[in-house]
Nanobody
Framework: VQLQASGGGLVQAGDSLRLSCAASGRTSSRYAMGWFRQAPGKEREFVAAIGWSGGGTYYADSVKGRFTISRDNAKNTVYLQMNRLKPEDTAVYYC???????????????????WGQGTLVTVSS
């Protein structure tokens, strides 16, 4: 599976952005998806995750209530709607995928098999 993330950019605090992650390749299989981010000088951290059906979602506390993860399986695409952005949201955002296992979603990066190239989000104050 190949993942292509897009939608990043430079915005001001309080603005919104929507990231997209398009999957190609073995998309006939069912995958759980996640978004992670890595700020300069920091380790990669979990942002949001979603199960195959879209009914199971989970968020990091830092983005809960501001970010929404969703997916359109017909388009093999996962989205991350980011509202009320803050300067501390500045990071490279990565999407990730893994074949379904026993859980509805996954929050650790080592649980994911496939990664996109990342898209940069910069939030100015």
């Amino acid at each position: 599976v190949q993942l292509q993330a897009s939608g990043g950019g430079l915005v001001q605090a309080g603005d919104s952005l929507r990231l997209s992650c398009a999957a190609s390749g073995r998309t006939s299989s069912r995958y759980a998806m996640g978004w992670f981010r890595q700020a300069p000088g920091k380790e990669r951290e979990f942002v949001a995750a979603i199960g195959w059906s879209g009914g199971g979602t989970y968020y990091a506390d830092s983005v809960k209530g501001r970010f929404t993860i969703s997916r359109d399986n017909a388009k093999n695409t996962v989205y991350l709607q980011m509202n009320r952005l803050k300067p501390e949201d500045t990071a490279v955002y990565y999407c990730a995928a893994r074949p379904l296992g026993g859980a509805s979603y996954y929050t650790s990066d080592y649980e994911y098999s496939y990664w996109g190239q990342g898209t940069l989000v910069t939030v100015s104050s």
